[in-house]
């Protein structure tokens, strides 16, 4: 089974701040990779898809690169509404693994 | 507007079973796969089961193998997830989600928990 890890666990940072979280897998998965974001108690919402693809709606702020095995979501400048935990999924293979997450928290 | 209401979560013992659904509406609902995602509370999403368009194939996570079933009427705009053996550590929300094909899932209901306990 594919493996996936998400670095940090947790981000301190504060408004207008550009954040990077890192995504790995631990086998090559091209560029099938997913970003989510996820608010306290409520269900996920996707943000980006084939790693660099941003869903429509998603504030331009959001971006994402990487392929094979290392990914990033980057976010340029921290607005109030994006503190929240963000995942990772692979979705290569028919076999979909997210990352443990990344808590974005406010400085 | 695209909408997944889930239904059927509670507390059950372990061993028992219970059946979730998820209501579709918004959307050609027999065009779409789905997706069953769990969530421990305060913990991760995990991934539990797909089922295709046509409700032709399926895949389960190592953990719901052999205890969990997804199924889908297409008639009706429904998603089930019929889940057998229920152990302590099913416990969690349960979320259905809608992908265009072996895509990511553009959509997820809002969740139903499910308590397994004694």
């Known amino acids: 089974d594919i493996q996936m890890t998400q670095s940090p666990s947790t981000l301190s940072a504060s408004v207008g701040d550009r954040v990077t979280i890192t995504c790995r897998a631990s086998?090559?998965?091209?560029?099938?990779l997913a970003w989510y974001q996820q608010k306290p108690g409520k269900a996920p919402k996707f943000l980006i898809y084939k790693a660099s693809s941003l869903e429509s709606g998603v504030p331009s702020r959001f971006s994402g690169s990487g392929s094979g095995t290392e990914f990033t979501l980057t976010i340029s400048s921290l607005q109030p509404d994006d503190f929240a935990t963000y995942y990772c999924q692979q979705y290569n293979s028919y076999s979909y693994t997210f990352g443990q997450g990344t808590k974005l928290e406010i400085k | 507007e695209v909408q997944l209401v889930e239904s059927g979560g509670g507390l059950v013992q372990p061993g028992g079973s219970l059946r979730l659904s998820c209501a579709a509406s918004g959307f050609t609902f027999r065009n779409y796969w789905m997706h069953w995602v769990r969530q421990v509370p305060g913990k991760g999403l995990v991934w539990v089961s797909r089922i295709n368009s046509d409700g032709s194939s399926t895949s389960y996570a190592d953990s719901g193998k052999g205890r969990f079933t997804i199924s889908r009427d297409n008639a009706k705009n429904t998603l089930y997830l019929q889940m057998n053996s229920l152990r302590a550590e099913d416990t969690a929300v349960y979320y259905c989600?809608?992908?265009?094909?072996?895509?990511?899932?553009?959509?997820w209901g809002q969740g139903t928990l499910v308590t397994v306990s004694s």
């Open positions: 989600a809608r992908a265009t094909g072996p895509d990511p899932f553009d959509y």
């Open positions: 086998q090559n998965i091209n560029n099938w």
